[in-house]
């Protein structure tokens, strides 16, 4: 039976956004790449995003090389699951690379492509949309608001109005970190009548709020029905059981306890008290701890861990000992790290 990995988007699900996993010498650990992609299938997400900002921008550049080969290691890993996974690999640069790399997703299986705009920091409005046009006649997109302190820029209502008027559009991943630009995307998409198009949250500051809110517009209402985040690249097994619990419950005191209580664990990993700074290493320092890393190498070696954001990593892992998911891991920890 064919998949309709659009339908599932619509039904809401979790989708960690994958880091890349290297050894001392800033190369390849293609064991423990495999790994992760293994632990988040065990943890029960309804996809996996690769290619896309935690797995590093750098493995395009042609001195690393590493775009192809990462999203293949995801995918043999995916083939190899007893249940359809969605597929969606990041997409970035100008015109003709986003093209290129549109078009190795849909060799090696993938359903879509997460596309960045970072390239066109100046670009108009009418630029923005003709380049998002040009990747959807490829493969269907998924829109992406990525936060401007880490390489995004400002996306105004009428970009996501027009943007909202492509056929294969099929999901947008909200992540300005700002209230009001999320509501300019929601208001956007309603307004375009787009029932089609599945809406994620990719605030990792306000993951909860952002799943409990009926977005209200008049007589129109809409619910962001899943969450594609590098917050959930950690603790994936509690990530699965908070999308599923948020989606399914009412707005009660506890799980808006429970979200402050994420945005706090967020706080340390993604570095926010230094502009993100240490946001990768900081990930990649909670995978160490569960065993599933070896390190927190990143592509650029300048990029690891601020000043106090271990002992922020210290602080909320003892404060929240119920978030982490370190027993899950355990367990099965060696089967994943198997050949």
């Known amino acids: 039976m064919t998949f309709d990995f659009h339908a599932r988007l619509l039904s809401g699900m979790a989708i960690p956004a994958h880091p890349l996993a290297l050894n001392a010498n800033r190369k390849l650990d293609e064991r ?49 699951a007893s249940r359809p996974l969605v597929r969606i690999g990041g997409v970035c640069g100008q015109t003709s690379q986003a093209i290129s790399e549109a078009e190795t997703l849909l060799k090696l299986g993938y359903h879509a492509a997460l596309l960045s705009l ?43 109005r027009r943007f909202a008027e492509i056929e294969n559009v099929v999901a947008i991943k909200i992540a300005p970190f700002n209230r009001y630009q999320t509501l300019d995307v929601v208001r956007a998409v309603v307004d375009a009548g787009r029932d089609d198009i599945a809406l994620y949250t990719g605030n990792d500051d306000s993951i909860v709020s952002d799943l409990l809110t009926t977005y209200r517009f008049g007589d129109r209402e809409r619910r962001i029905v899943g969450g594609l985040l590098g917050h959930w690249s950690v603790w994936s097994q509690r990530a699965v059981e908070v999308q599923n619990l948020c989606c399914k419950a009412d707005v009660t005191p506890e799980l808006l306890k429970l979200g402050a209580e994420i945005t706090d664990c967020n706080s340390a990993f993604f570095d926010a008290a230094n502009g993100f700074r240490g946001c990768i290493a900081g990930l990649h320092e909670v995978l160490r701890r569960q065993g599933l890393l070896k390190g927190l190498w990143c592509l650029d070696g300048s990029e690891t861990l601020s000043p106090g954001q271990l002992a922020e990593i210290d602080r909320v892992y003892a404060a929240y000992p119920h978030l982490n998911d370190d027993v899950f891991v355990r367990s099965h920890l060696d089967e994943w790290l198997k050949s």
């Not at 992609?37 to 001195?63: E, L, M, N």
């Not at 990747?135 to 608001?145: E, K, L, N, S």
């Open 32 to 80: 423990r790449q495999r790994a992760l992609t293994r632990y988040y299938i065990a943890s029960g997400v309804g996809g996996v995003a690769v290619g896309v900002h935690t797995t590093q921008f750098a493995i395009r550049d042609s001195k690393v090389g590493l775009f192809r080969t990462v999203l293949e290691l995801a995918a043999e890993e995916m083939n190899r």
């Open 118 to 160: 970072s390239a066109f920091p100046a670009a108009s409005i009418d630029y923005l949309v003709g380049h998002c046009r040009t990747i959807a006649d490829v493969i269907p997109v998924v829109g992406f608001y990525l936060q401007p302190s880490v390489g995004g820029r400002i996306l105004s209502y009428d970009f996501w």
